[in-house]
């Protein structure tokens, strides 16, 4: 690989060991996966940061680096954590547990991550960090990476967690994969002739694409969606992607007259595979597991946006959950959402909005949750295979009445 | 062919270093998370070819990495409990083992064949170079440069 004067001193060693570090990562993933040169990023997303996934020895691993001396060079944000990190009692966490996961984000901060204030979230482009087209950055955290590549046209590849650290330290990454023009161009023409409604059809979809899409990059051709008048058209690309990039490996995918490479040019390859898809009901079907009781709901996956949250309180108004219902989002949304008296309408019918948090990466048997219901496939499909609970994968309203005791 | 001479093979450098060890290959790829026990060192996936064995110290060889990419974490936790392999050669590297390697100082190797080595081998990795000296009980001792 070609490397500039600068970033040979930084391998070598020249500007200290947490840089060198960062260099070699940087270097060896470019080089693994053929990139011919580095470029610069104009922002990272950190995943890896719930205390619950990385343990002691990632926690360890993170103080060491930012003890070196690691700073981020480029504005960094971080992924959720298994906690709200002020109002962890109200959910179940122990002090032991609560203590762990702020010395992790201690050393985020420590490293400059969030300006040396991180708000942990999945959504960092609902929160500011919302790359324009075309730029090159290196996220972490598949549902963002995919939002950022489809829906705001920025280049990234899906970038594990140390991968993203280096990258946030050397301001670099490879030129390989989705960054290169001829990567993005699509592979499978999916035609969707089910009828699509909510946000979370959009997510059932996702699960059927997902898997049978693997690494390939989807080409939606007539999806009923209006990018000027559909207030939600965001929200809804945001739960397709998801839903892709956790059953598949997807990382970009395009919407003909939508998204914006789409909007600009046709974005299919000369040979692509096509995929017909006539009922979404296999993809609720194929992330719900036959449970009697669901013991807690739990919507926010990604994090909540303002007008996800708004459709709860909207839900919920006049109504009494009789089993928990936490809605998950980012601090700075949080804190809109209260402004606009969006969270005292859910928590005076019982529910809980937590910042920062997500269920898919808690500890959810300690808590005592063993079955759990979300209108997410990327959440029911976490809950499954991280959290090890059984989940019920189902639209927004039949999660509400099942928090209701409505069934 | 324990006296007979090495064989030598030039591979494609993932982290630089220099390690001498007992070769101990798998057919089959690693998952390091879920995988190997990170306070042993024991192989505790269930039917894998290692399943049992212990990775601290040997040239660990195998075709790939497999499974979480918080897999690199239990590398380094090996490493701080001074149970990580001594060095590692992949046929093909990806980024969870490749991580791995590099943020616990694990001199680590790739394109290298790996059909050549077998366990009970003297392996040395020396950057991108492998030499290894074939076990005294193993097969024909034939081997291609």
């Known amino acids: 690989m070609k490397l500039t004067g600068e970033e040979r001193d930084w391998l070598e060693g020249g500007a200290g060991p947490a840089l060198k570090r960062a260099m070699e990562i940087v270097v060896a993933l470019g080089t693994i996966y053929g990139a011919p040169t580095l470029i610069p990023v104009e922002s990272v997303q950190i995943s890896g940061v719930s205390y619950r996934n990385i343990g002691d020895a990632g926690l360890r691993f993170l103080r060491q680096w930012a003890d070196e001396g690691a700073r981020v060079r480029v504005p960094t944000t971080l992924n959720p954590t298994a906690m709200d990190m002020v109002r962890w009692e109200a959910q179940g966490f122990s002090a032991d547990f609560a203590d762990k996961q702020r010395q992790v984000v201690d050393a985020f901060a420590q490293m400059g991550v969030g300006e040396g204030t991180p708000l942990p979230t999945c959504t960092p482009y609902l929160i500011g960090n919302r790359p324009a087209q075309g730029t090159h950055v290196a996220w972490a955290e598949s549902s963002a990476v995919v939002f950022a590549n489809s829906v705001l046209g920025a280049r990234t590849n899906r970038e594990g967690g140390p991968g993203a650290i280096a990258a946030a330290l050397t301001g670099r990454t490879g030129a390989y994969g989705l960054h290169r023009a001829e990567n993005r161009l699509a592979t499978l023409c999916v035609e969707v002739r089910a009828r699509l409604d909510t946000i979370s059809d959009y997510s059932a979809l996702g699960a059927i694409v997902g898997r049978r899409a693997g690494q390939a990059v989807p080409y939606f051709a007539d999806l009923p969606l209006d990018a000027v008048g559909d207030p939600l058209v965001e929200e809804k690309l945001k739960a397709l992607g998801a839903a892709m990039a956790a059953t598949g490996a997807v990382g970009l995918f395009h919407v003909a007259d939508v998204t914006p490479e789409a909007r600009a040019a046709a974005m299919l390859a000369p040979a692509y595979e096509r995929l017909v898809i006539d009922d979404v009901a296999p993809g609720y079907a194929s992330l719900s597991d036959d449970v009697d009781r669901v013991d807690l709901v739990w919507i926010g996956c990604p994090h909540a946006s303002l007008r996800e949250i708004a459709l709860v309180a909207e839900a919920l108004r006049d109504r009494r959950v009789q089993i928990p219902l936490w809605v998950t989002c980012a601090r700075p949304v949080r804190a809109i959402a209260v402004e606009q008296g969006l969270v005292s309408v859910i928590e005076s019918a019982g529910g809980r909005v937590f910042s920062d948090a997500c269920m898919g990466i808690a500890p959810l048997h300690d808590l005592g949750f063993s079955a759990v219901a979300t209108p997410s496939a990327k959440g029911a499909f976490y809950l499954r295979n991280l959290a090890h609970v059984a989940a019920r994968f189902a639209p927004l309203e039949a999660c509400i009445a099942i928090a209701a005791g409505d069934r | ?145």
């Open chain 2, 1 to 145: 062919m324990g006296n007979g001479e090495p064989a030598t093979f030039i591979g494609r450098l993932i982290k630089t270093g220099t390690a001498e060890g007992e070769a101990l290959v798998s057919a089959e790829p690693i998952g390091f998370l879920g995988g190997v026990d990170g306070s042993t060192g024991v192989v505790t996936e269930r039917g894998h070819p290692l399943e049992g064995l212990c990775v601290a110290g040997k040239i660990l060889v195998f075709p790939t990495g497999k499974g979480s990419t918080v897999g690199s974490y239990v590398l380094y936790q090996l490493a701080t409990a001074g149970l990580a392999p001594a060095a590692i050669i992949n046929a093909e590297s990806e980024p969870i083992v490749a991580v791995g390697a590099i943020i616990s100082d694990i001199p680590m190797v790739d394109r290298v064949p790996i059909e050549a080595i077998r366990t009970g081998d003297r392996v040395r990795v020396e950057g991108d170079r492998v030499v290894v000296w074939a076990a005294e009980s193993s097969g024909s001792g034939v081997r291609e440069e």
